[in-house]
């Protein structure tokens, strides 16, 4: 297939999925508008209709509550068969919520990033004021009200807001997570994707524990951080908030606004990044559980995304690299597994090639992944990656994730942000 026949097909997957106001993550999976693929269908868009573009980041503005935090998931009112829907977040307990329906959890905070893109790319000077206050209130709300030890890292209190749901780093949390009681739910993940390709029940359950707890708190900020009994300082997540951090400084700057606020944040996360996540043993970055206080020992794909932030030192970047991305007992394609990059280690236990985010590979991580590795000069290795990414859609659609040993696709078809990433890496912009 011709390049242009793949950046038509990736057009049409976001034209399939656009409700005109914002684009669905996937047309039967996902119909409502998530945080951080409404960023990355941005980036997509703004491709070929940077207004369109700019309409899907003002639409998920819609949903910030007005203690700041952007929501994972607005749901703009639109009819549909997907659990957890509004009535079961009950957000309304809460004074901060907003007036259109959203969940009551965040996600990671990648929009800063992609409005510096698009202002660098377009000149959209007008958008970013427009913009700006919103994205600085996001970040405020999550160096504060989520931040438990004064460090200036955010706390995760949902594995969802890791946007990595049932990743193996979570499992520690969930072994000591036993819900005493589960309201009434039905589950609608599995109607469209097959059960062994979704988070298995106990994982499931304990996703809706969670929320169970948090409606019964009202969504106080204080008390979700005294008592919600899954919190964790998120690699990724705290890597892509650095960046973006740095991301909002230039919009920042370019529009002559004061930075000292943004400078104190960049300063603190820097000097406690490496202390609270660098296991220099392993030459890897761990998740926290900051409940317990204890570092998660296990082996992830988050462990690359500080390249993303430019956050490891040389020697740093060259033992994540050497040691694990390129090692063929862990990430590097070897024996039956043919496609970059498995977002579990295969030295885990619990990786698993078709399951969610226990293991298949994810064209997002892969672009982050790839955006790293430039950052420290390991060009080749990068376009492997963005060659095998645009082979593995080529072949099998834009499909959510792929098994990476024959690239099988897996999970929901006409997937946005893969689409979107389609566009961005066929990009000579990119
Ligand atoms: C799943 C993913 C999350 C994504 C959402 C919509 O919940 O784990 O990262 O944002 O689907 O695509």
């Keep these: 297939?011709?390049?242009?026949?793949?950046?038509?097909?990736?057009?049409?997957?976001?034209?399939?999925?656009?409700?005109?106001?914002?684009?669905?993550?996937?047309?039967?999976?996902?119909?409502?508008?998530?945080?951080?693929?409404?960023?990355?269908?941005?980036?997509?868009?703004?491709?070929?209709?940077l207004p369109r573009a700019q309409t899907e980041i003002r639409a998920l503005l819609t949903g910030q509550w007005q203690d700041g935090m952007v929501p994972s998931v607005v749901y703009h009112s639109v009819p549909s068969d997907y659990f957890p829907n509004p009535a079961f977040w009950q957000i309304e307990n809460s004074v901060n919520a907003p007036s259109v329906p959203t969940t009551g959890i965040t996600q990671p905070p990648l929009l800063a990033t992609v409005v510096r893109m698009l202002h660098d790319r377009h000149s959209i000077a007008g958008f970013v004021q427009e913009v700006y206050p919103a994205l600085l209130r996001w970040h405020r709300w999550l160096h504060t009200d989520r931040d438990v030890d004064g460090s200036a890292l955010a706390?995760?209190?949902?594995?969802?807001?890791?946007g990595t749901d049932d990743s193996p780093r979570w499992l520690h949390l969930f072994e000591r997570i036993q819900p005493e009681a589960l309201p009434e739910f039905q589950r609608g993940d599995t109607r469209h994707v097959a059960a062994t390709e979704r988070p298995n029940r106990t994982d499931y359950e304990r996703f809706i524990y969670l929320i169970d707890v948090f409606r019964k708190l009202n969504y106080a900020a204080s008390e979700l951080l005294a008592h919600s009994p899954f919190l964790a300082q998120d690699i990724l997540f705290n890597a892509i908030l650095f960046r973006a951090d740095e991301d909002?400084?230039?919009?920042?700057?370019?529009?002559?606004?004061?930075?000292?606020?943004?400078?104190?944040?960049?300063?603190?996360?820097?000097?406690?990044?490496d202390a609270r996540f660098w296991n220099e043993n392993a030459g890897l970055y761990y998740d926290y559980d900051a409940r317990t206080g204890k570092t998660i020992p296990v082996n992830t794909a988050s462990t690359f995304l500080p390249l993303f932030a430019g956050l490891p030192s040389e020697m740093q970047a060259r033992r994540l690299i050497e040691e694990h991305l390129l090692n063929e007992a862990e990430y590097a394609p070897a024996g039956?597994?043919?496609?970059?990059?498995?977002?579990?280690?295969?030295?885990?236990?619990?990786?698993?090639?078709?399951?969610?985010?226990?293991?298949?590979?994810?064209?997002?991580?892969?672009?982050?992944?790839?955006?790293?590795?430039?950052?420290?000069?390991?060009?080749?290795?990068?376009?492997?990656?963005?060659?095998?990414?645009?082979?593995?859609?080529?072949?099998?659609?834009?499909?959510?994730?792929?098994?990476?040993?024959?690239?099988?696709?897996?999970?929901?078809?006409?997937?946005?942000?893969?689409?979107?990433?389609?566009l961005e890496l066929s990009s000579s912009s990119s």
């Design 1 to 49: 297939m011709s390049t242009s026949s793949l950046i038509n097909r990736a057009i049409s997957v976001l034209r399939l999925n656009d409700t005109g106001v914002f684009t669905k993550p996937g047309p039967h999976q996902y119909p409502h508008q998530w945080n951080w693929d409404s960023a990355l269908i941005a980036l997509g868009l703004s491709h070929f209709d």
């Design 155 to 162: 706390c995760i209190i949902h594995p969802w807001e890791s």
């Design 248 to 273: 909002l400084h230039t919009l920042a700057v370019s529009l002559q606004q004061p930075t000292d606020e943004i400078d104190g944040w960049l300063q603190k996360v820097r000097m406690n990044f």
């Design 336 to 422: 039956d597994v043919h496609h970059w990059v498995t977002t579990t280690s295969r030295a885990e236990p619990t990786w698993e090639p078709r399951r969610y985010w226990r293991g298949p590979a994810w064209i997002i991580m892969n672009w982050f992944i790839l955006k790293g590795l430039r950052r420290y000069g390991y060009n080749e290795t990068a376009e492997l990656i963005r060659q095998d990414t645009l082979g593995l859609m080529e072949r099998e659609g834009f499909r959510e994730y792929y098994d990476p040993r024959d690239g099988s696709g897996c999970g929901s078809t006409d997937f946005s942000w893969s689409a979107a990433l389609t």
